[in-house]
């Protein structure tokens, strides 16, 4: 089960992760925060967090409960590209 | 960065695992699909699903939106637990 991050993804997975990462991007432009600011406040390294931002990290589930948490952002705000 | 799943983990991560675990299972069964049809489906081993459903694993947030495409939920109908 061990997986790193330099696993081969699917272009499919690729996609789905940037499309996440932008979301998040924007939902914290929104609110005017800037990456740093967030990255700290939701117990990230600012690196890690851009990574994140830029779809290179498939997040754990409770990484992502800290990010809407931090953006005080309901899931179907970030993940609402999965709609039909 | 590695972590593994015997990490300890704080209760209040316990807690948010098994109410998605919980969600998930509830899904699936308003769906009338057995565990193991359903791990089938969305391409996991049945015992890994089993751990999903009962909290014990931090899935991966691809691995989230497989489980999303394959009860064909929106992401509020089982993280709904998160609203305030």
Do not use: C, V
């Not at 932008?22 to 851009?50: D, H, L, P």
Request: no cysteine.
């Amino acid at each position: 089960m061990l997986k790193n991050r330099f696993m081969k993804r699917t272009n499919e997975e690729k996609k789905l992760l940037q499309a996440l990462g932008n979301n998040i991007r924007k939902a914290r432009e929104a609110r005017g925060i800037s990456q740093e600011q967030f990255a700290m406040k939701a117990g990230f390294s600012r690196s890690y967090f851009t990574e994140i931002e830029t779809g290179k990290r498939n997040i754990s589930i409770l990484n992502f409960m800290k990010i809407l948490k931090g953006l005080d952002a309901s899931p179907s705000d970030i993940i609402d590209f999965l709609k039909k």
